[in-house]
């Protein structure tokens, strides 16, 4: 695992987008996977900059996202098809029907978990897999647990997870109870991994990813398993590694 440290979280995502710019530059074609959540816009931004005023084309790209709240329209503000939307999707050149986001709205949550790992493994694994980590060590929505999931699946998430993304919604109350989340089999497939991490909140989680056992109950421990996984993170969230 290699720890790349960040002045700050301005650093820390020119670091991420460059990585990524790269990859995609090497390879027109690649599978990126994506993540949500106030950590990655500021690599979004830097991508969207990169396109914008050194022409990085993302016209071939294909992108799977981690996540997305169960119960939850693609137009409805707080979902992640929006935020992608919104944040990257939108001020890209990428096509649409090469993004793809759970879907929060399903009738027949086994069926579209099944395919939505199907999409993943057609594409041999992501080539690059951006992921942020919760204060509890959670990766994607995959909250500590007695076992590591290893499809896609619906998940129940925890009242810190809930307390957490209570600030991108009117009230506590409105935050969805359950998501759907990519497994750690998909997660794992990718070729390489950029965890990023920003702030004093994240350091103890941080740390026991880094040190600790591989245990459930923290999540990201999971990744020490991964022979390519680049953690990019600033001084404050690496305090304690």
């Known amino acids: 695992m290699q720890i790349i440290s960040c002045v700050d979280y301005a650093d820390m995502s020119r670091k991420a987008a460059r990585i990524i710019a790269a990859q995609v530059q090497l390879k027109p074609h690649s599978a990126l996977g994506l993540a949500t959540g106030s950590t990655p816009i500021g690599t979004y931004k830097e991508l969207i900059r990169f396109h ?3 022409e990085l084309d993302f016209s071939k790209v294909i992108t799977v996202n981690l996540d997305e709240y169960y119960g939850l329209s693609p137009e409805h503000e707080q979902s992640y098809r929006y935020f992608m939307q919104h944040n990257f999707f939108d001020h890209i050149n990428i096509s649409p029907e090469n993004t793809h986001v759970p879907d929060g709205l399903t009738r027949d949550v086994a069926k579209t978990c099944a395919e ?4 993943v ?3 041999g694994g992501t080539d690059i897999q951006l992921l942020g980590i919760g204060d509890n060590g959670h990766i994607a929505f995959n909250e500590p647990h007695t076992y590591f999931f290893a499809q896609t699946h619906l998940v129940d998430l925890n009242e810190e997870t809930i307390k957490a993304n209570a600030r991108f919604f009117e009230s506590e109350v409105e935050v969805p109870r359950q998501a759907i989340t990519m497994g750690m089999r998909s997660i794992l497939s990718a070729k390489r ?11 103890e989680a941080i740390a026991q990813m880094i040190n600790g056992p591989i245990d459930p109950q923290l999540p990201a421990s999971i990744l020490q398993v991964h022979p390519n996984v680049m953690v990019i993170a600033d001084e404050e969230a690496l305090a304690l590694a």
């Open 52 to 54: 914008l005023n050194e």
């Open 116 to 119: 939505y790992d199907s999409i």
């Open 121 to 123: 493994a057609s594409l």
């Open 193 to 203: 991994i950029l965890l990023l991490a920003s702030g004093s909140k994240k350091a």
